[in-house]
C-alpha cells in the first residue's frame, strides 16, 4: 500500500524559512518522481517542484526558483522541501504526489497518488 505523509508546515514570518517533509512507504524514491503542489487560499493549485526517479532531475516553478530546495534521501524514503525567504503569497496546503515513471509532469492528473497535505502560513 503506498503512503505518502507530509510534515514540517507551520506559521514562519516573511523572511523565514522551512522545512517540508513527505514521507513515502510502499514505493522507490529511487524510480519514481515525487512532485510537491500547493493549494492557495483562494484554491488556486500549482506545481511547485519536482525530483525525478534515478536520474535526480529537479524542477521549480518560476515563483520559486532561487528559494526553495528539492532534495530526497532514498535510505530514508523521504523528500524534502527547503524553502527560504519564504513570502506572503506562499501561503497554502503543500501536498506531495507521486507517480508511477520516473521522469516529472508538471499536471495534477499525471500523479498516481497524494499526501494529506500540510499547510504553510507566512505573514508579513
Known amino acids: 500500500q503506498v503512503q505518502l505523509v507530509e510534515s514540517g508546515g507551520g506559521l514562519v514570518q516573511a523572511g523565514g524559512s522551512l522545512r517540508l517533509s513527505c514521507e513515502a512507504s510502499?514505493?522507490?524514491?529511487?524510480?519514481?518522481?515525487i512532485g510537491w503542489f500547493r493549494q492557495t487560499p483562494e484554491l488556486e493549485q500549482e506545481g511547485v517542484s519536482c525530483i525525478s526517479g534515478y536520474n535526480v532531475i529537479t524542477d521549480y516553478a518560476d515563483s520559486v526558483k532561487g528559494r526553495f530546495t528539492i532534495s530526497k534521501d532514498t535510505a530514508k524514503n523521504t523528500v524534502y522541501l527547503q524553502m527560504d525567504n519564504l513570502k506572503p503569497e506562499d501561503t497554502g496546503a503543500y501536498y506531495c504526489?507521486?507517480?508511477?515513471?520516473?521522469?516529472?509532469?508538471?499536471?495534477?492528473?499525471?500523479?498516481?497518488?497524494w499526501g494529506k497535505g500540510t499547510q504553510v502560513t507566512v505573514s508579513s
Open positions: 510502499g514505493l522507490r524514491l529511487d524510480y519514481e518522481a
Open positions: 504526489a507521486g507517480r508511477w515513471q520516473p521522469d516529472c509532469r508538471p499536471a495534477v492528473h499525471e500523479y498516481d497518488y
